[in-house]
């Protein structure tokens, strides 16, 4: 048997993710008249094309010229072509427009002069959503979709559509005869058009993404983030051997939970942070960020909504507020886009100027030894914390397993229907005895001279009047099974009641509570003290790296790549470019380690390059499909997903029966690979490492959430809002 890479199943996700997102989406076409020749072309397919596997199209090379120049520079950059059937002619405020009725994905390419070699692929068929929000009203177009995809395989069913079509716009169409120009009239037309790059507006970046990272080289792969979510094995996910554990300092103010949650995540190359409303999951996402730029660390902070980000930018520039002497320390955060969207500004546009700034006033305002004392104080400090806020949680973790400890005792004693005192030993041999049938036919005979059976009769009486609680049916073998599982009860109980008073010493040996806080509270009051100057000689530290010729190749790099001949900026950097992109972003990272963007704006953000950031975090993961956190995986060592699997999923416009014509047709059927499936998981479900649940509740009123933790969290939120903060509580009525 040969060898089956690691990847298999995540090379067929990507191929099935790619054709998802782009269904999803609605794909949209109008074509406008006066850009025929260069936009499209028409087709003309052979007699009978509708169907056939193949066909040939024959284009004028002397009209076509422009769009088959079009053809082969787009086809580089895995551009869809398409085959539009039928078209319908529009007036538009820009003159006419051929919309496309059915848009049916399709490979190309050039047999001979001015003849194409066309494969359709009819189990990809969209419709153009263009054409239907322009003709069908809103209450009919359930009773149309049903009708051009009412083949039981969930394929087009060209033969009703083409009715369908006809009797609508009184005109006959016929795919087996069609026209060989496109006529100005409005109306219906019988042609089919040949195009290239369907107009996606979300998803077109993402499917391109998608479909590079597929041919990466397990490799390649294995040094990413998807190693650890998509792999088969997936890599354990567990801290470096030899590795001390890191201890985050709290730039922002931080409990227990959320400091276990930072160790998590600081330690172990993939982690999940499970935060309710209000339970502060925006402060450890802040530390979190804050904490991997102080350790010398890069990181990309993305999510699906822009409102999540700007959020998260906003609170992050603030805790770098007020540094000393007034050094603004924002443009250490590299941000891409803002709250609506409006700000798309590349990688490669990055000013090195702000920076050489900053340096300079932090010379003047902060002298070098000002910078070290801070930064020997604030390790000192931290090294304080962490020995504090281990004392803290060793003496929680022994009281959380006293209590656990003490709730089995009486959950024991409560099911226990026997008395406590009963002897074990001489109760399982009454048992056994009970138990005891001889199965020969001379064994039973000696069993009734022997009188045995009326003793064992006797015995059960016994039994049964000693225990009258254990209520049993006249079957013997029933009433000895009770008696068993009391008995073993009794056991536990017992070997429960000795842990008990292990635990109750270790508890009562432990260091009274409220020196503890003090000596944590003190060391992290000399933490925030020092935080902000400490982060300045960081920036110092990482500026000394910046000299004329780590400038010169950065910005050079920069340069090429958007000046490069490539349709889009946001598109995969062409292959001469990979390595010099790679390492150029490598040294900007250096100097700006955090960097904000949304999951649809990661090209702005980086190049589509494996494992150039050190930690990815995904914020509000539950409501983030899995194909856009593919792309950001990639681009990372680690990962951290944030988020609540109790909010609202992803929403998804995606029928369920073209849902599984696709999974048919990419063979993922398998109920092993349900985890990742495009309707029903997201990207947090789809990260399977034991998740920290944070569960100090700051924001609503008590009966609020007291209602939302035994509804969704099986009663673990507790209540921290602080008093005279809270809303008015409502009525449960």
Known sequence: MGHVS?????????????EC??????????????????????????????????????????????????ILTRARFDETFYVGYPCEVVAGERGLFAV???????EAWETAPGHWAVTPDYGATHLNHGWLDFNVPQEERTRVLTLFYGRPDGLVDFEAACAYLSHRHRR????????????????LANVAVLGVGMKLKYSKTLRRELLHIRQESDEVLDRTALAYVFRNPPLPSRPAPGAERAFPANFLPANLEQQRALIEALSTPCSRIQGPPGTGKSQAAVNLLLNLAYRGQSVLFTSRNHRAIHAIDDKVRAALAGAPGGVDLAGWVQSCSNEDGSRRRSWADTDFEDLRELVKRID???????????????????????????DLERRQTTLRLLEATEARVDGLRAALRIPEETDLRTLRADLRRLARRPRTVL??????????????????????????????????????????????????????????AERRAAAAA?????????????????????????????????????????????????????????????????????????????????????????????????????????RVVIDEAAQCDIPPMIPAL????????????????????????????????????????????????NAYTAVRVPAVLLTEHFRCAPDIIDYCSETYYGGRLVVRTPQGEAPHAVSRA
């Open 172 to 187: 006959a169409i016929d795919p087996n005869l069609p026209d060989a120009y496109l006529d100005r009239k409005q109306g």
């Open 364 to 390: 003047g305002e902060t002298p070098p030894l000002a910078r070290q004392l801070a930064r020997e104080a604030f390790n000192e400090g931290l090294q304080d914390w962490a020995d504090g806020w281990e």
């Open 21 to 70: 997102v782009q269904v999803a989406e609605r794909p949209t076409e109008f074509l406008p008249l006066d850009r025929e020749h260069d936009l499209f072309c028409v087709a003309h397919p052979p007699v009978g094309w509708l169907g056939q596997e193949a066909f040939e199209a024959v284009l004028d090379r002397r009209r076509e010229l422009l769009f088959l120049n079009r």
């Open 634 to 681: 990639f681009r990372a060592k680690g990962v951290t997903v944030i988020g609540d699997p109790r909010q609202f999923p992803p929403v998804i416009d995606l029928p369920e029966a073209r849902h599984l014509l696709i999974q048919r047709r990419h063979g993922l059927l398998d109920q092993r690979l349900a985890a990742y499936d495009y309707l029903t998981q």
């Open 100 to 106: 496309p009725v059915f848009l049916i994905p399709a």
């Open 443 to 500: 064994g039973r005979l000696l069993w009734r001279l022997l009188r045995r059976e009326r003793r064992q009769a006797a015995l059960e009486a016994a039994l049964r009047q000693r225990f009258p609680h254990v209520v049993a049916p006249r079957d013997r073998r029933l009433f000895r099974g009770r008696l068993l599982r009391q008995a073993c009860r009794l056991r536990h109980l017992r070997r429960a009641r000795v842990t008990l």
């Open 510 to 614: 432990l260091p009274p509570y409220a020196p503890l806080l003090a000596r944590a509270a003190e060391a992290n009051k000399r933490c925030a003290e020092n935080q902000l100057t400490a982060l300045l000689a960081r920036i110092c530290d990482r500026a000394q790296a910046i000299d004329p010729e780590l400038i010169r190749d950065v910005s050079a790099a920069c340069a090429r790549f958007r000046l490069s001949n490539l349709p889009f900026l946001a598109a995969i950097v062409a292959p001469a470019l990979h390595d010099e992109v790679a390492q150029a972003f490598a040294k900007l990272t250096r100097l700006y380690p955090i960097w904000v963007c949304t999951l649809l704006s990661l090209t702005k953000a980086s190049p589509c390059n494996a494992a150039l950031f050190d």
């Open 6 to 18: 690691p990847w298999e199943d995540f090379r067929a996700l990507c191929g099935y993710y790619a």
